[in-house]
């Protein structure tokens, strides 16, 4: 089962802060000194705000498939994300590996979380 990409010190997304996407629209990198604990692993902020509003509701920001890389889950496979390479699409945040599969995703996009959640629903069984 792979709930979260996470490093080896169960740090999720590479210590980027997941709420940034939304409310700033950029990646921002967050800090040990705001952090929360979510799905076994430690979601890391730019401050505090950002950590109280995922703690109040982690699955309104959280990234889909556990912020493992959503291209790579359209074709069957699972590799982790590169935080810089993002998209929200319908009020979701995807990671992808490459700025250019962001790019791929958001063309067939509905086509891809469909192939994607496939993927994921099957590894997590």
Known sequence: ?????????????QGYDTVAYFTDGKAVKGSSAFESKWMGSRWQFANA??????????????????????????????????????????GKLYLNSAPGDAVAFQRRSAEYIQKAEET???VNQ
């Open 120 to 122: 994921w629903k099957a």
């Open 1 to 13: 089962m792979l709930p979260v990409s996470v490093d080896s010190e169960k740090i999720a997304i």
């Open 49 to 90: 705000e950002h950590r109280d509003m995922f703690t109040q509701n982690p699955d309104a920001y959280a990234p889909r498939f556990g912020g493992y890389c959503v291209m790579a889950m359209v074709n069957g496979e699972i590799f982790r994300a590169n935080p810089l390479a993002w998209v929200i699409i319908d």
